[in-house]
């Protein structure tokens, strides 16, 4: 099955669960696009927690050093089916080349936008400009500080400061990063609190832009801090972070990945993934059908 097609469908349970948030973002004022922040409401305020490195937090910053990985970064692995390269940044990169990124292959790019509700990455409007003008299918992430504030408070800044989406073909959904916290590795939070943030998290996501987001983590972390719920398996995709030449066991629910973080550093700037299936599918979850 084709993995974009895979998540068009809804989950009943948890649009049971927040019915009425999810209508009110739909019935509400018209949605941000990506980069623009005219329409979104005011997040709501951190707490005396928030105090975090953003600057030091990307896709994976945490993974190497909780999971490790092969000796020698893994080679870009040999997919059994048609497979599209691609890449994650943050200003950590500094300046991308992003014509020499597309002539090397990949084609399609996540980028960090923000990360609680105080913190917007400095080349977010450089990446994702540059990206675009380049041919590049590119979407947006969040990272998650969990214990600062609500999962519904940083989904809104984050859709206010670049997590929107537009039918476009060029647009990913918007992606949730939600990976080993600073100072422990579950953020502070009960496996119960947690489903409960990233279901805040994901809802408010989806009554501002209509997309459920796509969900960025580790077995090992979904497992610890999540129980493994297989919750939301339904309509997030999923990109799985391992670093290695196989992909491994998934999260529970997901029959599949849609994409695959293998390498923190190899052809590409920044990390290395795969989207799983080939180009058109891409196109396609951009397009949400």
């Not at 009943?12 to 990506?34: H, I, K, Q």
């Not at 972070?241 to 997901?254: E, I, K």
Request: net charge neutral.
């Amino acid at each position: 099955m084709d993995p974009a097609r895979m998540f068009r469908r809804r989950s009943v349970r948890r649009a049971l669960c927040c019915a009425a948030a999810t209508f009110a973002g739909l019935t509400g004022p018209a949605v941000a696009l990506p980069g623009t922040a005219a329409a979104a409401p005011a997040p709501a305020a951190p707490t005396a927690q928030a105090a975090q490195n953003p600057e030091l937090d990307w896709m994976g910053s945490t993974v190497r050093a909780h999971e490790g990985s092969a000796a020698r970064p893994p080679a870009a692995p040999a997919p059994r089916a048609t497979q599209t390269p691609g890449m994650d940044v943050s200003h950590y990169q500094g300046t991308v080349n992003w014509a020499s990124a597309y002539g090397n292959g990949a084609r399609f790019a996540y980028m960090k936008a923000t990360e609680g509700t105080t913190y917007r990455d400095p080349n977010f409007s450089a990446n994702y400009t540059g990206s675009y003008n380049t041919g590049f299918i590119r979407g947006a992430y969040h990272f998650a500080t969990p214990n600062t504030s609500t999962g519904a408070a940083q989904a809104d800044y984050f859709v206010a400061h670049g997590g929107g989406w537009s039918k476009d073909g060029k647009t990913l959904p918007p992606m949730l990063d939600i990976e080993y916290g600073s100072s422990s590795t579950c953020w502070g939070l009960s496996q119960a609190s947690m489903v409960s943030w990233i279901t805040s998290f994901v809802n408010e996501v989806h009554a501002k832009t209509t997309r459920w987001p796509t969900i960025y983590t580790t077995t090992d972390w979904w497992t610890t801090c999540t129980g493994n719920t297989a919750a939301f398996s339904a309509d997030d995709p999923l990109f799985v972070a391992r670093y290695s030449s196989s992909v491994g066991t998934l999260p529970a629910g997901w029959p599949f990945y849609t994409f695959w973080q293998f390498a923190d550093s190899g052809t590409f700037p920044g990390d290395q993934d795969r989207f799983n299936g080939p180009l058109s599918g891409v196109v396609n979850l951009a397009n949400n059908v």
